[in-house]
């Protein structure tokens, strides 16, 4: 079956440096989704991509798709606190409404 | 996020139980989706339905059963089957190629 891996795992980053987390799928996807999950908390929706080599920014998030629509990367600028949780990127093949999503990355702040 | 529901917040299961979480949806989205979360882990669909009266498998579908008998309610059982059912339970709705809605989540444990 389908599988999306991200990596890091885990990432722990001084407040003001930059992050990234890359998303790789085993098929090719229709599009992609992030999500954002705080500690003891449940997803949010940030942003969904579509089209091949597709570039999104919110604020000092970017969002990235890979031109095979195989794979997805998300870069912060400058990491505040506010920026800790868990990003899971998901993927959707096809007409399909389900999503796989990836194994998550763990991003810590400190100051 | 405020749309969907889900109940109770906590659930202690005895061996042999059956117990059902509850997952209710305001938002009139067609489909509506169900995730196991282990500490530290991805989401893992459990079963999905894409409209009233139609449900499917997910990937860890076994030990579990649902129904679909509204549009707003797609209640999640955890059989007696499901011997390992400790875990962050998630429901989430969506619209056609739309982003998923969560719910705040069902911590269910073993007593």
């Known amino acids: 079956g389908q599988q999306v891996m991200q990596i890091p795992q885990y990432q722990h980053v001084q407040e003001g440096e930059d992050f990234t987390t890359y998303c790789n799928s085993s098929?090719?996807?229709?599009?992609i989704q992030w999500y954002k999950q705080r500690p003891g908390g449940h997803p949010v929706f940030l942003i969904q991509l579509v089209k091949s080599g597709e570039v999104k920014k919110q604020k000092r998030l970017t969002f990235q798709f890979g031109e095979a629509k195989k794979n997805s990367s998300l870069h912060i600028t400058a990491t505040q606190t506010t920026d800790v949780g868990t990003y899971f990127c998901a993927g959707r093949t096809g007409t399909a409404s389900k999503l796989t999503f990836g194994t998550g990355t763990r991003l810590q702040v400190t100051l | 996020d405020g749309g969907i529901t889900q109940s109770p917040k906590y659930l202690f299961r005895k061996e042999g139980q059956n117990v059902t979480l509850s997952c209710e949806q305001n938002?009139?989205?067609?489909?509506m989706y169900w995730y196991r979360q282990d500490p530290g882990q991805g989401l893992r669909l459990i079963y999905y339905?894409?409209?009233?009266?139609?449900?499917q498998k997910g990937d860890i579908a076994e030990g579990y059963s649902v129904s679909r008998e509204k549009k707003e309610s797609f209640p999640l059982t955890v059989t007696s089957a499901q011997k390992n059912p400790t875990a962050f339970y998630l429901c989430?709705?969506?619209?056609?190629?739309?982003?998923?809605?969560f719910g705040d989540g069902t911590r269910l444990s073993i007593l």
């Open positions: 938002l009139n989205h067609d489909a």
């Open positions: 098929t090719t996807l229709s599009n």
């Open positions: 339905s894409q409209i009233v009266n139609d449900f």
């Open positions: 989430a709705s969506s619209g056609r190629d739309q982003p998923q809605h």
